[in-house]
């Protein structure tokens, strides 16, 4: 809650905390773990098409460094994607035109659900492909921008199984 009050403040029109962060501290409660899963960071996707200079997501980085010390932030324009994505991963995408838009082409369906505040502070949730991969601790391949072979190596990376016995991992 502290993080999203945080990003709450800042105003950004249209935003979230996704990812890792929702999907470790989900599968953390569910493997009745007492102590969060360390994160490496914690992932704020926004969405400004009129704003596409990386300089805006450093300088919104920096304030909420400022503003929560201590919380790994990692800032992301998502209407700005697809000027480094193909640099990054080998491939071009298209542009996206929203934020509910982006959050549907994350790597994986369990991680594809961010979490924002509305104006009256109540938790809304993006998830366009649902929860039940998420509540079923489950890891499978979004298909929309990842490759089987970026599937394999992420889920190798991230150790999945090793965090959470729970996990079942299908391609």
């Given amino acids: 809650m502290k993080a999203l009050a945080t990003v709450a403040s800042m105003h950004l029109a249209s935003w979230c905390i996704g990812a890792g962060a929702v999907r470790n501290l989900v599968w953390d409660r569910l493997h009745g773990y007492t102590e ?7 992932d704020v996707a926004y969405f400004d098409a009129d ?3 990386p300089k805006t997501e450093a300088k919104l980085q920096s304030e909420l460094e400022a ?11 998502q209407a700005a994607v697809h000027l480094w994505f ?5 491939h071009p995408v298209q542009r996206l035109s929203s934020l509910q838009e982006a959050v549907a082409t994350w790597p ?3 991680t594809s659900v961010g979490i924002t505040l509305d104006a009256k ?3 809304q949730i993006i998830a366009p492909w649902g929860l039940e991969d998420l509540f079923s601790i489950k ?19 991230k ?6 016995p729970k996990v079942v991992v299908e391609a």
């Fill in 36 to 42: 969060p899963s360390p994160l490496t960071d914690v």
């Fill in 51 to 53: 704003d596409l200079n």
């Fill in 67 to 77: 503003r929560a010390p201590g919380i790994p932030w990692e800032v992301t324009n």
């Fill in 86 to 90: 193909e640099s990054y991963f080998g």
């Fill in 108 to 110: 994986e369906y369990a």
């Fill in 121 to 123: 502070s109540k938790i």
């Fill in 139 to 157: 890891i499978r391949r979004n298909p929309t921008r990842v490759s089987l072979q970026t599937f394999q190596q992420r889920t190798a990376q």
């Fill in 159 to 164: 150790q999945y199984s090793q965090r959470w």
